[in-house]
């Protein structure tokens, strides 16, 4: 099973970007979707987390900003950023609570990250 995040990029203040995760390999089932970060210097952070459900959960720092979705047909999963500010300047990594095909109990999985730099 692999986690492979993509989207990010350079973009000015005030700017959007929409990260992408896609699942691939034997995958079961996913239960619970998500985005960190982790900025230079820094511990890596909670983003947003989406249950199976749909259920969304943010980080106080990006409420009303970015947007977690899931595509369960597709093993998929996306963070719509908007109004980006510098701070927001981290690696992105998407994480799923995922379930290998045949097992009974479901681990954690990390993507690779992702460079989001945003300029002033």
């Known amino acids: 099973v692999q986690l492979q995040a993509s989207g990010g990029g350079l973009v000015q203040a005030g700017g959007s970007l929409r990260l992408s995760c896609q699942g691939s390999g034997s995958i079961g089932s996913i239960n619970v979707m998500g985005w960190y970060r982790q900025a230079p210097g820094k511990q890596r952070e909670l983003v947003a987390t989406i249950t199976t459900a749909g259920r969304a959960n943010y980080a106080d720092f990006v409420k009303g900003r970015f947007t977690i979705s899931r595509d369960n047909a597709k093993n998929s999963w996306y963070l719509q950023m908007n109004s980006l500010k510098p701070e927001d300047t981290a690696k992105y990594y998407c994480?799923?609570?995922?379930?290998?095909?045949?097992?009974?109990?479901?681990?954690?999985?990390w993507g690779q990250g992702t460079l989001v730099t945003v300029s002033s």
């Open positions: 994480n799923a609570d995922l379930r290998e095909a045949g097992r009974v109990y479901s681990r954690t999985y």
